[in-house]
């Protein structure tokens, strides 16, 4: 079975750098900076959503095209990710580990 985030148009080779670069203790801590505070429906947001993919990929050094950011963004809001319930949080670390 093919994960979830390839079914919107997101490549495995975008996921494994992302992976390796999120390693970096500095890179993980500012984009978790950037995300503190963040509800649920913040992430329902797609103008919010979409400032944050755009800063990510800066932080990320990955260049975005607007399709592959439009997938991310659906990608993001189609999971209904609450922050503050812990089995979204190990359902979405389990998808990206």
């Given amino acids: 079975m093919s994960p979830s985030w390839q079914k919107f148009g997101i490549k495995a080779e975008f996921v494994e750098r992302v992976k390796v670069k999120m390693k970096t203790p500095a890179t993980k801590e500012r984009i978790k900076s950037i995300l503190e ?12 959503v979409r400032k944050w993919v755009k ?12 399709s592959q950011e439009d997938q991310l963004v659906n990608f993001i809001i189609a999971q209904k990710i609450d922050p503050n319930n812990m089995l979204h949080l190990i359902k979405l670390y389990t998808m990206f580990r």
């Fill in 37 to 48: 505070g963040v509800t649920k429906y913040d992430l329902q947001d797609r103008v919010k």
């Fill in 55 to 66: 800063q990510f990929a800066k932080i990320l050094n990955e260049p975005l095209s607007e």
